[in-house]
DNA sequence: AATCCACAGGAAGCCCGGGAAC
DNA sequence: GTTCCCGGGCTTCCTGTGGATT
């Protein structure tokens, strides 16, 4: 930043995904859904189990997040403990681990208001191993920690359905039944899944312990983002920086995008980051334009770095032929220049074949374009053409590889004739 | 019309790591 | 622990393609 310039934001991190709002715009009626569900276990009654789904950025998590703060808030007045256990599924993955998790949670609780001695002295652990004992142990000392306090347990699982997709449903099968071999606790399941047809993968018993309430969270339109990015513009950055056209820029961009408040807080905060560099005490259109394309240069080069060794160097492979020549690139000339690139970087060489579905893949993923040809008496193959800048892809794959500072020179290898 | 180039891309099977079952 | 099974990456072998060339 500038000297003497007025910095453009105010507070940054209210723009950060992470951070999760006081105020939940137009997101009423689901706070409202779920706080009810929620309570009602409080009162005597038997939990729900919960499903929310909605496509990402739909506030989901955000939801979640915030009706759990009010309920601890009320916590004091409520006739049992409330405990609530987030679990991100994405990370914490299998059965095992997820009734570890559990426990473990539960288990330091119960140590730090009971100690240690009373642990041991009902013959339980202070910890559950990460990995010796059999599931199905796991799943008992749950149920015994549980019991050992009356209890509301709220379990979330984050991302389900890739737990699903992973380790299939019978987790859930357990976790969900788990009220009716507990005396004096309650659990309450709530699943939060991107996929909006989660639910038929599942089996059907799952499915209707899990789905009992369901909450949608459709994607937001363009002007409810409006109504969002507004509200914390107002926080993160100075009075008056933002000028006219540039939120409801980022809120129709956004919404195009499957109405995803996430990316267009992001939007938001690159487009201040760059009126930062240019050392500038507005934010304007051309700002958010900016923040578009350098989001969008990200996500490829982050596909780009996450690509397995033998890709990249196809892919770089490509690019040296790009800027050697503006003639069209032809599938054998790219295994020529892999090939070299595997023998000067000590790689195993694979077959044509393979190579020919990895150039296939880089289609698939967009980076290049590849399209079969007929050259008559020449032969048939693929036309390969480069869809990212060069640049993207020499940081991608440059920083990684380990090219170990000897930079690629184009130079090396002879020109094709 | 026949030939032939330079590959595309299908089928089958190998190898290896990891997880489940015994 | 061992065995079994599975899936993904990869190779080998193969057949198919269509227009420039002969």
Same mark, same amino acid.
């Given at each position: ?58 506030? #989901? ?124 606790? #309650? ?139 503006? #003639? ?53 193959? #693929? ?35």
């Amino acid at each position: 930043m500038l000297l003497g310039t007025r910095p453009v934001f105010k507070r940054r991190e209210y723009l950060r995904p992470s951070y999760t709002p006081e105020n939940l715009p137009h997101r009423d009626e689901q706070i409202h859904q779920l706080a009810r569900i929620l309570v009602a276990p409080l009162r005597g009654e038997t939990p729900s189990n919960i499903l929310l789904y909605g496509k990402p950025g739909t506030g #989901k998590t955000a939801t979640v997040n915030h009706v759990v703060k009010e309920l601890e808030k009320v916590e004091s007045r409520a006739p049992m403990k409330i405990r609530v256990i987030y679990v991100n599924c994405e990370v914490v993955n299998t059965q095992y681990r997820i009734l570890a998790t559990l426990s473990d949670v539960l288990l330091e609780s119960l140590k730090n208001s009971r100690g240690e001695e009373f642990l041991e002295s009902i013959d339980l652990p202070s910890k559950v191993p990460r990995t010796g004992w059999p599931t199905d142990e796991v799943y008992k000392s749950l149920l015994r920690v549980l019991d050992q306090e009356p209890q509301l347990a709220v379990i979330i699982l984050d991302e389900v359905d890739k737990l699903v997709q992973k380790s299939g449903d019978e987790i859930l099968y357990h976790l969900t039944r788990m009220n009716s071999s507990l005396k004096s606790s #309650k659990v309450s399941i709530i699943g939060i899944s991107n996929d909006t047809n989660f639910l038929e993968y599942l089996d059907s018993r799952v499915r209707s312990s899990l789905g009992e309430e369901e909450i949608i969270f459709p994607p937001y339109n363009g002007s409810q983002l409006q109504d969002i990015l507004r509200e914390r513009a107002e926080m993160s950055f100075a009075d008056g920086v933002v000028e006219s056209g540039v939120i409801q820029l980022c809120a129709a961009n956004a919404a195009r995008e499957h109405g995803d408040a996430r990316r267009a807080l992001d939007l938001l905060r690159v487009a201040g980051e760059m009126s930062e560099t240019d050392g500038s005490e507005k934010i304007t259109i051309g700002h958010v334009r900016k923040a578009y394309e350098r989001i969008e240069q990200d996500k490829t080069v982050e596909v780009i770095k996450t690509l397995p060794a033998q890709s990249k160097l196809v892919l770089y492979s490509v690019v040296l032929l790009a800027e050697r020549t503006p #003639k069209a690139i032809v599938s054998g000339e790219v295994y020529g220049v892999y090939q070299d690139l595997c023998r000067k970087h000590r790689l195993d060489i694979l077959t044509p074949r393979r190579v020919g579905d990895l150039i296939s893949e880089l289609d698939m993923l967009g980076i290049i374009t590849a399209k079969i040809v007929n050259r008559g008496r020449y032969g048939r193959t #693929k036309e390969v053409a480069l869809n990212v800048h060069p640049i993207q892809v020499q940081a991608a794959v440059q920083e990684d590889f380990s090219l170990r500072g000897e930079v690629l020179q184009l130079s090396a290898f002879p020109a094709r004739s």
